[in-house]
């Protein structure tokens, strides 16, 4: 089976301050893609960041960026400078090579002022 | 931006009624998707649907589950004979390639509560 899983329920940072999420996954495939979506109280389902598997660089977007470790299958996203508007659930995503993508469990993190 | 817009945002149903949400996905993406999330659960794959027939479904994708594409614009997800533990938040998405590293785009969701 193909899963992700996110073994932080939840978590806090202080407003400023740096946080990591954790996500591993299991597959057999060489090549696939992986996602970080943020969903706030509103419920909107909002993508963060992505990264292709067979890309050694990891990726940044803005305060926001991967720890892409490939062998050891894991995949997590650092917050720099967490903002009260950060406060959300987290779910890293997973697409394989031969299905649709596939969801951790989430990690809600509350930013505090 | 273009944005996948789901209607209703909340439906209310009776037990053993039949709802159908509502779903236009981005107009230049070819694969839909129905997702589920139950009240502060995992969100959980249901079906994608490309060229007017299902790709993949998932185990919770029963009988009591069907998509169509009515038209050139509208993605449905109908749900027959209602159960208590079908009141989730449903969320519609589309991609422009089949599992592509570009992600989904997801609707705002319709929260569905089976009374």
């Known amino acids: 089976a193909q899963t992700v899983t996110q073994s932080q329920p939840e978590m806090s940072v202080q407003e400023a301050e740096t946080v990591t999420l954790s996500c591993t996954y299991d597959?057999?495939?060489?090549?696939?893609?992986l996602f970080w979506y943020k969903q706030p109280p509103s419920r909107q389902m909002i993508l963060v960041i992505r990264?292709?598997?067979?890309?050694?660089q990891n990726a940044t977007e803005n305060r926001f960026s991967v720890n892409f470790q490939k062998a050891a299958k894991s995949f997590s996203l650092k917050i720099s400078d967490s903002q009260l508007g950060d406060t959300a659930m987290y779910f890293c995503?997973?697409?394989?090579?031969?299905?649709?993508?596939?969801f951790g469990a989430g990690t809600r993190l509350t930013v505090k002022p | 931006e273009p944005e996948v817009t789901q209607t209703p945002s909340h439906q209310v149903t009776q037990m053993g009624q039949e709802v159908i949400l509502r779903c236009v996905p981005i107009?230049?993406?070819?694969?839909f998707y129905w997702y589920r999330q139950i009240l502060g659960q995992k969100v959980e794959f249901l079906v994608s649907?490309?060229?007017?027939?299902?790709?993949?479904k998932s185990e919770i994708f029963d009988d009591q589950f069907s998509v169509e594409r009515p038209d050139g614009s509208n993605f449905t997800l109908k749900i027959r004979s209602t159960k208590l533990e079908d009141s989730a938040m449903y969320f519609c998405?589309?991609?422009?390639?089949?599992?592509?590293?570009?992600?989904?785009?997801f609707g705002s969701g319709t929260r569905l509560t089976v009374v």
């Open positions: 998405a589309s991609s422009e390639g089949i599992r592509t590293g570009y992600g989904y785009t």
């Open positions: 597959t057999s495939e060489s090549n696939y893609y």
């Open positions: 990264q292709e598997a067979y890309k050694q």
């Open positions: 995503a997973f697409i394989p090579n031969n299905n649709d993508m596939r």
């Open positions: 107009s230049n993406h070819l694969y």
């Open positions: 649907f490309y060229n007017n027939e299902i790709s993949e």
